[in-house]
C-alpha cells in the first residue's frame, strides 16, 4: 500500500539565510501555484540552534506527522534531519551541514544575514554547544531508526565549495542519493533537481 501525500511542507534554511533564499522561494512558488491544498511554512530561524528547534517544535506540534514532510538546505538540512527523526515524516536534505558544531565554532561573532547585510546576528559561543545536543540527539535517534530510500532524499553536490560531500552523504546514509558530479553549495542548479524532490515528496493538489 502507497503511503498517504503529503498535507504539510515545513522548509528550513541555512546559516545566515532565510525565508528569501532561492531555493526556498522556488519551493514556495511550486507548492503555492501547484499545491495549494498543502500546508507550507517557512520561518526566520533564530541564529540559536535550541531556540530554532523549539520553535519549528512548536509550529509543527498540530501537523499530522503521517502526511508532513520536511525540506533542509545546509545547516537547514541538519535541522531537517532532527525534525524527521523526531516526528518520523519525509525529509529532503540540500547540501547538508553534517557536522555544525565543528563547522560553525569558527564563526563565532557578529554576522550579516545572506539577504540584508545590514541585519546583524551575533553567532554565540553556547550556540555550538547547542548544537552538538542536537548532533548526539540525531546519532541516538538515528541509530534506533536508520534512514530509509521512502523516508529520507538527498541533494549532494561534489562541487560544494563550502561542505565535503563525503561526509554529507555518510550523514544521510540510508536513504535515496542524488549526488551531482559538479554544482556548489547553493545548488544554483536546483531547476535541474526540483521535480526529482517534488516526486519524493508527493505532495497533494
Known amino acids: 500500500m502507497s ?14 539565510s ?7 522561494q522556488k519551493v514556495a512558488a511550486r507548492v503555492r501555484t501547484q499545491h495549494p491544498g498543502v500546508t507550507w511554512w517557512c520561518p526566520q530561524l533564530p541564529p540559536s540552534p535550541e531556540a530554532a528547534m523549539r520553535m519549528v517544535t512548536g509550529g509543527i506540534a498540530g501537523w499530522p506527522r503521517e502526511t508532513m514532510a520536511v525540506v533542509g ?20 536534505l540540500l547540501n547538508p551541514a553534517a557536522h555544525p558544531a565543528r563547522d560553525l565554532a569558527g564563526y563565532i561573532g557578529e554576522q550579516t544575514a ?6 546583524r546576528f551575533f553567532f554565540q559561543p553556547t550556540f555550538v554547544d547547542e548544537l552538538r ?9 538515528g541509530a534506533n531508526q536508520p534512514a530509509t530510500p521512502e523516508r529520507l532524499m538527498a541533494v549532494v ?4 565549495e563550502l561542505l ?38 508527493d505532495l497533494r493538489p
Do not use: N
Open 18 to 24: 532565510s525565508p528569501q533564499s532561492m531555493k526556498a
Open 73 to 92: 538546505s545546509s545547516l537547514g538540512g541538519f535541522y531537517a534531519r532532527w525534525v524527521a527523526l523526531q516526528t518520523g515524516c519525509r525529509a529532503v
Open 114 to 119: 545572506w539577504h540584508d547585510p545590514q541585519e
Open 157 to 160: 553536490a561534489q562541487g560544494d
Open 133 to 141: 545536543v542536537l548532533e548526539a540527539d540525531i546519532a541516538r535517534l
Open 164 to 201: 565535503d560531500w563525503r561526509e554529507m552523504q555518510a550523514f544521510s546514509a540510508g536513504g535515496t542519493l542524488r549526488l551531482l558530479p559538479g554544482s556548489d553549495h547553493a545548488l544554483s542548479d536546483f531547476d535541474d533537481h526540483i521535480d526529482a524532490v517534488f516526486g519524493f515528496l
Open 3 to 16: 503511503e498517504p501525500r503529503t498535507t504539510h511542507l515545513l522548509y528550513l534554511h541555512g546559516f545566515r
